[in-house]
């Protein structure tokens, strides 16, 4: 009988080789190969003597019961879900270790289970005694919960089969499960994509909704089970800065509802808090008056969020300066320092640019542009903005300020949140409403806004640096180059 060949698999990515290598060829990251027995416990001679059933074809046009949804309970959840678990559906939960992922979902099955639904807790990484502790701390030791530590995949599915199918079950993590269907160690590619295969056959069979937890790596992906990304209907990711009490729930990958939407909560000595207006945190602990942050009027899938962006942008002492961003894409910073240096004049070669989003948030959308632009120009003339105003318009590369979506929406938000003026893309004027209650300042090109705020740029309140301080207010670095 000829012997199986050996199989490595990369532990980063899940591509197989059948030698061993330093780099995976596939994801280009190195020492990520594991020896690891096949998928495929049963022999191949075995396997092929079993012959195809036949299964009955549907039509298109057929009557499907649609996507019945049990929601959680909790606002946040379900806005990220797109309305709740989905019958049959397994979701991936990710998130670096300490976020709260565990606490999360102890309260999303408590609530299920308080309404009256059917809720498994499986933990494969902490004892019984230890999730009740937790349960405890958030005051939900009552909830009828059913609770276990386990890992096998085969003992767990054979467990639940019995009684009433439950409705939602949580895998907490999918790393600490195995099945013995393969051979490869716990943790491994191989078994976690085994293992993720086997409960979402159960969850398809049984009607039952699974949430499955996965550890993050520290760029950012789901550690190993890149492969279970593809398998499951939905991928959440809970992110937060480690230092901050803001967590962000956000959906990669959702085949029932949207993936712009976020979920904010707060993580307090009681659990997670839900955020509803997400535009109050982020403001509430603004730094008035001071050069280098601007307001951004974003929108996170259906709903606005009102953010503070800031802006430091110091003389360099290194060859090349420093670029740092945290909360936005570095490629759109540089995008940005090129524009304003090519267009308006901004020599900002000799400058350290630091950026950061306040709150935690990471913001994707190009309409970001302005606000970070008058953040930097801020910054760099001294110049602080108006308190009351905010800022969005996404920039081109010829240095134009470009219309941008939900004009109405931004504005409804900051007059709520009482602003009294927007900053806004000259074509923008069109869609905001006669009654916005705000001042509408619209710019044309990048090149105004610059000349606006350096115009405005105030010498540092008097007795501590004056002659620093007038360099700053006759901004050189702003005259525009003839030519
Ligand atoms: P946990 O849910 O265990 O994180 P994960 O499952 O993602 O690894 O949460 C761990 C952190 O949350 C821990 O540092 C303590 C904090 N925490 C609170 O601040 N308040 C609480 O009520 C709970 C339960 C946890
Ligand atoms: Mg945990």
Redesign the pocket.
């Known amino acids: 009988m000829a012997k199986a060949s050996p199989s490595f698999v990369c532990q980063n990515c899940g591509a197989a080789f059948n030698r061993w290598q330093g780099k995976c060829e596939s994801c280009g990251e190195w020492n990520t190969l594991v020896e690891e027995a096949g998928d495929s416990a049963v022999p191949v001679s075995i396997r092929a003597k079993r012959r195809g059933r036949p299964f009955k074809l549907e039509s298109l046009a057929g009557k499907s019961v649609d996507a019945p949804r049990l929601p959680s309970g909790m606002a946040e959840l379900d806005r990220v879900t797109g309305g709740g678990f989905v019958r049959g559906s397994v979701l991936l939960v990710g998130?670096?270790?300490?976020?709260?992922?565990?606490?999360?979902l102890?309260q999303a099955t408590s609530l299920m289970a308080r309404s009256g639904h059917r809720a498994v807790y499986i933990s494969g990484e902490e004892a019984v005694a230890q999730v009740r502790l937790?349960a405890e701390?958030?005051g939900l030791a009552s909830a009828p919960v059913e609770l276990a530590a386990e890992t096998s995949v085969e003992d767990i599915i054979a467990t639940l089969s019995e009684g009433a199918t439950p409705r939602l079950i949580v895998i907490?993590s999918i790393q600490t499960m195995w099945t013995d269907t393969v051979e490869s160690a716990p943790g491994t590619v191989t078994q976690v994509r085994a293992s993720a295969q086997a409960l979402i056959r159960f969850a398809k069979k049984s009607g039952a909704a699974i949430i499955l937890?996965g550890h993050v790596t520290k760029d950012g992906q789901i550690a190993g089970p890149r492969v279970v990304e593809h398998m499951v209907d939905a991928v959440l990711s809970?992110e937060g800065e480690g230092s901050q009490q803001f967590r962000i729930l956000r959906a990669v990958k959702n085949r029932f509802g949207p993936t712009d939407e976020i979920g904010v909560f707060e993580?307090?000595?009681?659990?997670?808090r839900e955020v509803a207006n997400p535009s109050e945190l982020f403001l509430s602990e603004r730094d008035l008056g001071s050069p280098g942050t601007a307001v951004f009027a974003g929108i996170e899938g259906t709903r606005p969020v009102l953010v503070e962006l800031q802006a430091l942008v110091a003389p360099t002492t290194l060859g090349t300066p420093r670029r740092a961003v945290v909360g936005w894409d570095s490629a759109r910073l540089s995008m940005v320092l090129a524009v304003l240096e090519a267009h308006c004049g901004v020599k900002l070669s000799g400058y350290d640019v630091y950026f950061n989003v306040a709150g935690g948030l990471r913001i994707n959308e190009p309409a970001a542009d302005l606000a970070a632009a008058a953040a930097l120009v801020s910054s760099l003339a001294n110049s602080p903005l108006p308190t009351d105003a905010v800022y969005f318009g996404e920039i081109s590369l010829s240095g134009a300020v470009r219309p941008v979506a939900q004009t109405a929406a931004r504005l409804k938000e900051a007059a709520k949140l009482g602003f009294a003026r927007a900053i806004l893309p000259e074509t923008a004027r069109g869609d905001a409403p006669s009654d916005a209650g705000m001042a509408l300042q619209t710019v044309g090109g990048l090149t105004s806004l610059v000349a606006d705020i350096a115009a405005r740029g105030t010498p540092r309140p008097a007795g501590r640096d004056t002659a620093s301080s007038e360099k700053n207010a006759t901004p050189a670095r702003f005259r525009r180059q003839e030519g």
């Open positions: 998130g670096d270790p300490g976020i709260g992922k565990s606490t999360l102890t937790r701390r958030l907490d937890v809970f993580m307090t000595g009681l659990g997670l």
